[in-house]
């Protein structure tokens, strides 16, 4: 009963209540794994020389992202979730316009920095809706049942590009992003009510935010975990950025590339589940910390093998499997880590480690993408020296953890 009556504050059931929080978390994974078979074409249409630069265009989303979580974040908490989701959505709408009119490369650019800017609202909302309506178990409950609706996002998105690109231009994979975000700034016009009553918004000042991106960078646990969460996700951001090359270019697999990018897409669904189920036994620090261990290990046995054979697809396809089921075991657990010190400023704390590992994972993933030289190489050193680091900063972390505890604020 009370899931019932906590929904209905929503102005919705509780199987519309979850849909509708997917599809916005949804909204940045269809934005930048529906373009990936569109680069290649993208890169010829506007005589782009360069075979990597396309590549901007997945990397400018990861930065107006990073950017947006850091505004959207705080303001959510201050004003509302409508009004940020309004924001949002205008401000997504307006780049994938922007893209749709764009002659040029930086005309592309410009677009999807605005289009990852407007993506940080749902994506704040989506979260934030969640935790207004539920807590504890019911809260897990929710979102586990939003996971396994997400997790089929980038599976598909892919295809679905690829699909209208069978039908269409490139630009209308930007016809379908505008329908999308239409459709969903209407379901929230007219069925979601305000969850956020006036009397629980906090009041945004400078200092608050000062305080919570100090406590952020000087919490010694905090910040180690920040810094792991950018670099790992930064090697996956490099796959991102190159993964257009690697199957359509290096292996030949034309339209299949969606079918290859899907299966991988579904590893990792089916490890961030598997996760769910053993975390609570053997605890988030340990699987993070082996997950890291094994692909570090998984990458170096890969590259030795540049050394003795040609890589082919499926040597190809056996490494990606490993590196993205741990990949799944990895994000939601070193979030957590580096969330659980924070619960004091949760708001604030949430939207700057977010920002700030996104902003560090861009660049890492932009500089991986931009070496691809038609081998795995690139991507293959990259993971090595990523896992290395994260590797090194666990420990130095856990080393200093009681330290770090004892001058936390209670």
Not at 89 to 100: E, I, K, P, S
Not at 315 to 341: D, K, Q, R, S, W
Not at 367 to 375: D, E, H, P, V
Request: charged content about 10%; some cysteine; overall charge neutral.
């Amino acid at each position: 009963m009370k899931h019932t009556q906590d929904t209905t504050k929503s102005g919705m059931s509780a199987k519309e209540f979850t849909v509708l929080v997917a599809a916005l978390m949804s909204i940045v994974a269809i934005s930048i794994d529906a373009l990936l078979p569109a680069l290649g074409m993208i890169g010829r249409d506007l005589a782009i020389t360069d075979p990597n630069q396309p590549q901007y265009l997945i990397s400018m989303l990861f930065l107006g992202e990073a950017i947006g979580l850091l505004v959207a974040g705080p303001f959510s908490d201050a004003l509302g979730r409508k009004p940020i989701l309004f924001v949002g959505f205008a401000t997504y709408l307006t780049g994938t316009l922007v893209c749709y009119f764009s002659s040029s490369l930086e005309g592309l650019m410009l677009g999807r920095l605005l289009q990852g800017l407007g993506v940080a609202g749902p994506q704040i909302a989506a979260m934030s809706l969640v935790r207004d309506m539920f807590k504890g178990a019911q809260m897990a409950r929710t979102m586990s049942l939003v996971m396994m609706i997400f997790v089929l996002v980038p599976a598909i998105a892919p295809t679905l590009g690829q699909a209208v690109m069978l039908f269409s231009h490139w630009r209308g994979i930007f016809e379908m992003y505008l329908c999308y975000a239409l459709i969903l700034l209407a379901w929230v016009s007219l069925r979601l009510k305000e969850t956020l009553p006036r009397e629980k918004r906090i009041t945004l000042t400078a200092r608050s935010f000062y305080d919570g991106f100090k406590e952020v960078l000087t919490h010694r646990a905090t910040a180690s975990y920040t810094i792991c969460m950018g670099l790992f996700f930064g090697g996956f951001i490099g796959y991102l950025n190159s993964s257009q090359q690697i199957f359509q270019v290096q292996f030949h697999t034309g339209t299949l590339f969606s079918v290859y990018f899907g299966v991988l897409a579904l590893v990792l669904g089916f490890s961030s589940l598997i996760n769910s189920r053993i975390v609570e036994k053997h605890g988030t620090k340990t699987i993070a910390f082996r997950a890291i261990v094994t692909v570090v290990l998984a990458s170096i046995v890969f590259l030795a093998l540049h050394a003795f054979v040609d890589i082919t697809l499926w040597m190809f396809m056996a490494y990606a499997v490993v590196f993205f089921f741990c990949f799944g075991l990895l994000f939601g657990n070193i979030n957590a880590l580096a969330m659980e010190p924070m619960g004091h400023v949760a708001g604030i704390a949430s939207a700057v480690i977010g920002s700030l590992s996104s902003i560090m994972s861009m660049l890492i993933g932009t500089l991986i993408g931009q070496l691809y030289n038609n081998t795995l190489i690139p991507i293959t050193v990259g993971f090595i020296i990523v896992g290395t680091l994260a590797l090194g900063i666990i420990l130095w972390a856990e080393k200093g953890q009681d330290a770090s505890i004892e001058v936390a604020p209670t």
